[in-house]
């Protein structure tokens, strides 16, 4: 390759408008060639030039006012400006070896663990969050595709004996199964677990499933054939084949 | 005979507080123009000119004289800071339009030549010079941060039309501001 292009490229560069392999090729040539770092250089300062030749303006005195204390802020506090910056790029690693002896160091390394932690931990939630909401939407849109069909019904479930302030509701179809959704129910005390009914001639177990905190649940049942009641019963931990519990919701 | 430019940074370097309130006054006024010019906006131009020379402030170690004048050093930050703003401004979405300036392209005439004529005065710089062609180019690329593919497409140019407009517009400006 000549060295035209690459004082084409010097030009583009200075304006800072190169892109793409032009960029890269030169990126690469620029530490190895003076010429060109001359030329850009000089470009740099026609620009300067071009730019000084606008009238001069003030900016706002607040500018200046909110500079001039910030720089007479206590030495330390610059210090943290500076690590707050640092932290935020990738010059962190480099600076937290330059300042390894320091007792900065010492802070800023704190503090960078703790932002590791917290930042992990809000990462976490949120995924968490996320999950779950993405649930409860394909849930609902689930329930809402099954109201489409005439076919499907919505069957109201009652609490029963100690749970009896528990309300539940049937979207069900018989080919396609249902969406319970179930509200004031108590969490399921330890080492029990709430399981779903679907009875026709007998009773078919139809999954198991746990209340949040407010006492709510979305479940879904698999598609069964003459259902005539449906229930959730009290059981042990990890269900059983026939209800044994009591009964907290039934349907009529 | 006032202290250079050079000096003034040095004794930054050192933590004179002095020496930055005197580069402040002395360079803020020169370097406002452009970033108001670049992100349209006097309280965006002050918080840009806030973060430049604070950023001055605290790499006024790493300066060196061998790789250009103070002017340049805080020119391009400025410069760089803006671009950085009015960039993220374009991708949070909204709509942006890189700002030609339409005014600096069209010749005066007609019922709007007073205000264009006003808003030529804001431009009356050394691009003012160029070749209307060179002149689009340099506005769209250190003015507007848009890359020589981002012009080649807004203008429906050729790249290395737009190239070769850039190569000869900086020649130019040399030619117009001598050193």
């Given at each position: 390759m000549s060295h035209e292009p690459f004082e084409t490229f010097a030009a583009v560069y200075a304006v800072d408008a190169l892109d793409g392999d032009d960029l890269a090729q030169f990126e690469a040539h620029l530490p190895t060639c003076a010429t060109c770092q001359a030329t850009v250089r000089e470009a740099q300062e026609t620009l300067t030039r071009a730019t000084l030749s606008m009238p001069p303006q003030s900016p706002p005195p607040t500018a200046r006012a909110a500079l001039v204390r910030r720089v007479a802020e206590r030495r330390e506090r610059r210090s943290y400006g500076w690590l707050r910056w640092a932290a935020a790029t990738a010059v962190a690693a480099s600076a937290a070896a330059m300042f390894a002896s320091t007792q900065v160091a010492v802070r800023y390394e704190a503090r960078l663990g703790q932002m590791a932690r917290e930042t992990a931990a809000v990462r976490e939630r949120l995924a968490r969050n996320e999950a779950a909401l993405q649930e409860q939407v394909a849930f609902y849109r689930g329930a809402v595709e099954l109201l489409r069909d005439p076919a499907t019904r919505v069957v109201d479930l009652r609490g029963q004996?100690?749970?009896?302030t528990a309300t539940g509701r049937m979207v069900w179809n018989d080919t396609a199964g249902g969406h319970l959704v179930v509200a004031g129910l108590r969490p399921a005390p330890a080492g029990k677990v709430y399981e779903a009914w679907t009875i026709a001639a007998g009773a078919k177990p139809a999954g198991l499933f746990a209340v949040d905190q407010e006492g709510r649940a979305l479940h879904r049942v698999p598609p069964e054939t003459g259902v005539k009641v449906f229930a959730v019963t009290l059981e042990p931990?990890?269900?059983?084949?026939?209800p044994t519990g009591p009964i907290v919701l039934a349907s009529k | 005979m006032p202290t250079p430019g050079v000096d003034l940074i040095r004794a930054m370097a050192a933590g004179d507080r002095d020496a930055f309130a005197r580069f402040y006054d002395r360079y803020a006024p020169l370097v406002f123009p452009l970033v108001l010019r670049i992100v349209r906006d006097r309280a965006d131009a002050a918080d840009v000119i806030q973060d430049v020379f604070w950023e001055a402030w605290r790499g006024a170690t790493t300066y060196d004289p061998g790789r250009g004048t103070p002017e340049a050093w805080i020119v391009m930050r400025a410069r760089a800071r803006a671009i950085d703003r009015v960039r993220a401004v374009r991708r949070r979405g909204e709509t942006f339009v890189a700002p030609v300036d339409e005014a600096a392209m069209a010749e005066p005439a007609g019922p709007d030549a007073a205000a264009r004529a006003q808003d030529r005065q804001l431009v009356a710089t050394a691009l003012a010079l160029l070749p209307a062609p060179q002149r689009e180019v340099i506005e769209l690329a250190y003015f507007a941060g848009l890359t020589q593919s981002e012009i080649a497409e807004r203008l429906e140019q050729p790249l290395g039309t737009v190239k070769t407009r850039i190569r000869m517009a900086l020649a130019r400006l040399r030619e117009v501001t001598p050193a």
């Amino acid at each position: 390759m000549s060295h035209e292009p690459f004082e084409t490229f010097a030009a583009v560069y200075a304006v800072d408008a190169l892109d793409g392999d032009d960029l890269a090729q030169f990126e690469a040539h620029l530490p190895t060639c003076a010429t060109c770092q001359a030329t850009v250089r000089e470009a740099q300062e026609t620009l300067t030039r071009a730019t000084l030749s606008m009238p001069p303006q003030s900016p706002p005195p607040t500018a200046r006012a909110a500079l001039v204390r910030r720089v007479a802020e206590r030495r330390e506090r610059r210090s943290y400006g500076w690590l707050r910056w640092a932290a935020a790029t990738a010059v962190a690693a480099s600076a937290a070896a330059m300042f390894a002896s320091t007792q900065v160091a010492v802070r800023y390394e704190a503090r960078l663990g703790q932002m590791a932690r917290e930042t992990a931990a809000v990462r976490e939630r949120l995924a968490r969050n996320e999950a779950a909401l993405q649930e409860q939407v394909a849930f609902y849109r689930g329930a809402v595709e099954l109201l489409r069909d005439p076919a499907t019904r919505v069957v109201d479930l009652r609490g029963q004996g100690t749970e009896s302030t528990a309300t539940g509701r049937m979207v069900w179809n018989d080919t396609a199964g249902g969406h319970l959704v179930v509200a004031g129910l108590r969490p399921a005390p330890a080492g029990k677990v709430y399981e779903a009914w679907t009875i026709a001639a007998g009773a078919k177990p139809a999954g198991l499933f746990a209340v949040d905190q407010e006492g709510r649940a979305l479940h879904r049942v698999p598609p069964e054939t003459g259902v005539k009641v449906f229930a959730v019963t009290l059981e042990p931990e990890g269900g059983v084949p026939a209800p044994t519990g009591p009964i907290v919701l039934a349907s009529k | 005979m006032p202290t250079p430019g050079v000096d003034l940074i040095r004794a930054m370097a050192a933590g004179d507080r002095d020496a930055f309130a005197r580069f402040y006054d002395r360079y803020a006024p020169l370097v406002f123009p452009l970033v108001l010019r670049i992100v349209r906006d006097r309280a965006d131009a002050a918080d840009v000119i806030q973060d430049v020379f604070w950023e001055a402030w605290r790499g006024a170690t790493t300066y060196d004289p061998g790789r250009g004048t103070p002017e340049a050093w805080i020119v391009m930050r400025a410069r760089a800071r803006a671009i950085d703003r009015v960039r993220a401004v374009r991708r949070r979405g909204e709509t942006f339009v890189a700002p030609v300036d339409e005014a600096a392209m069209a010749e005066p005439a007609g019922p709007d030549a007073a205000a264009r004529a006003q808003d030529r005065q804001l431009v009356a710089t050394a691009l003012a010079l160029l070749p209307a062609p060179q002149r689009e180019v340099i506005e769209l690329a250190y003015f507007a941060g848009l890359t020589q593919s981002e012009i080649a497409e807004r203008l429906e140019q050729p790249l290395g039309t737009v190239k070769t407009r850039i190569r000869m517009a900086l020649a130019r400006l040399r030619e117009v501001t001598p050193a």
